[in-house]
């Protein structure tokens, strides 16, 4: 089971930190991505995190501007959004994907755990 938070209203050039709460076990074997979701589009990768390794990947959209973390102590992942942009509005969930290969780690149907989602909404 996983729940998101940390989402809200922020103006452009702001920061926001998404947490994802796990209750699973052996979380750390379990690679953590966070996806994103506006209305009328598909969800989309954002970031991902392996277990072990903590080996990060993200995608282009987001290179630069947002950073990955996991406490396999805590069982948590969190997303830190900076230089928030208009086009970052969408519905953020977490979720976790355990053996996916690396080629397939941006792929939303790797992914077997989802959080509910939270809301980010970044004005111009």
């Known amino acids: 089971q996983l729940q998101a938070s940390g989402g809200g209203l922020v103006q452009a050039g702001g920061s926001l930190r998404l947490s994802c709460a796990a209750s699973a076990r052996a979380f750390r074997t379990y690679t953590m991505g966070w996806f994103r979701q506006s209305p009328g589009k598909e969800r989309e990768f954002v970031a991902t995190?392996?277990?072990?390794?903590?080996?990060?990947y993200y995608a282009d959209s987001v290179k630069g501007r947002f950073t990955i973390s996991r406490d396999n102590a805590e069982n948590t992942v969190d997303l830190q959004m900076n230089s928030l942009k208009p086009e970052d509005t969408a519905v953020y969930y977490c979720?976790?994907?355990?053996?996916?290969?690396?080629?397939?780690?941006?792929?939303?149907?790797?992914?077997?755990?989802w959080g509910q989602g939270t809301q980010v909404t970044v004005s111009s």
């Open positions: 995190i392996r277990g072990n390794s903590g080996h990060t």
């Open positions: 979720a976790a994907a355990y053996g996916v290969i690396l080629s397939q780690i941006r792929i939303v149907q790797q992914y077997d755990h």
